[in-house]
């Protein structure tokens, strides 16, 4: 073997909440040059890999493996054989039930050196998101964790139940959802009261966690009648009673919700964020991507505009992104914002006066409510007079209400489009497999243009009407134009945020999404199964 060898990372990615994973697991991943994963709760966390890197997908779910075990085992060792940070990422912890073992021991064999990152293991992390703790100090003081699913060639549970059911306070089956009926029967035989509290707790950590509580006696029938299906966790044991005072997560408003976000890859970070502290499930889409101009002409007047800020009485900034992109291009022409110490600046809202504080500009008029260009003419309209000079740093899309009104009043308007709004262009087969199982329980919508391009590649995708598609689903908008669009588009909007602001549009989306029933989705697209 040459000398260029490069390592693996064996890492536990939690038990479905990205955010479970730990921070030496991030890094990790995030300078990976190649991640071979198993079934990940949704994109979130691959999202974490770093441009060019190689992602491949594993499968590994009970009884149905996308590639063997040994086969895993020599694609480790060929990538790092070439050189590459690998990072094999796993469900739960590695080390628990993660077959994390057979990889070590190839990798060793082969005088690869490896690292074994822990993970909140599934055993631990499901139950305490289902209000279950494993012990407690007046009911528990030891907990065993035992696995459903064996080597295919071992007996079935190959479990000593007779040491096991009476000497450990909480157990804790893994895998074992199939042979519930067994493992109640061997408790039960080997001396658990009948009334022992015990919980199944499916999918646990994600939007579409579901938990059955009963006892030995009647849980297996609880399963059989509500049709519960792996992947899930067996919790036996007095400390299931305390889910009652400790439910903490399925209480918070968007649990079980899973919301469409369309805002720019950029931008949707503090949006989802908010969602993901309510309990719901961000999914993001980006219906736009934001750029520069590329056409020559635009470029032309956008630097011609930005080459004579001496001469503007006004900048009226109507985004952050007008901020962003403003600033962008002063910085790549070389010019030296004093020049523009003789203008006065108006913000549209709140945010955008933040971003222009950040560049160290404090404004001189900003609306108190409506976050629009016709709140802010309100408030700017006393301030200007004729023959004043504004400049407009706009994007592409932006409405002509502003510079058209200004324009009527005497006042001369300098329009510069400093970004263009151009449809995402990411993959939507996700979205659509989401919206035809009733997997969208509400979606957010920005701005108009994130309506049409998100209702144009549902259209191009599946030949079927926006409209169809999302019949079933929530619709939150920021505002009243976008509100509007979304009407024309035949979508049935459920809430408008009482300000254009994101705290605004979350409270929305937990209305738009409030009308929708926890489904059960069988197996979303790009879960964790377990540990292992």
Known sequence: MGENIGKVYLVGAGPGDPKLITVRGLEALRRADAVVYDRLAGPRLLKEIKPGADVIYVGKRSQRHEMKQEDINRLLVELASGGKTVVRLKGGDPCVFGRVGEEAEALAARGIPFEIIPGVTSAIGVPAYAGIPLTHRDLASSFAVVTGFENPDKPAMNVDWEKLAPSVDTLVFLMGVSKIDLICRELLAHGRPAETPAAVIRWGTRAAQRTLVGTLADIAEQVRKTGFKPPAVIVVGEVVRLRETMNWFERKPLFGRRVLITRSAGQSGELAGQIDELGGEPVEWPAITLREPEDPAKIAVLDAALARPETYDWVIFTSVNGVDFFFRRLRKLGIDIRRLAGAKVAAVGPKTAEALKEHGIVTDVCPDSEYQ?????????????????????????????????LASRGIRVTEAVVYENVPGGKEIAEVVQWLEKDGIHAITFTSSSTVHNLCDALENSTGRPAAELLKKTGIACIGPLTAEAAEKRGLPVTAVARKATIADLVQAAVEAASGRAQEDEGSPPGEIWTDG
């Open 373 to 405: 260009q016709e709140g802010l003419l309100d408030a700017l309209l006393p301030h200007l007079a004729p023959g004043q000079h504004v400049l407009f740093p706009k994007g592409g899309l932006a409405r002509d209400v502003l510079p058209e009104t």
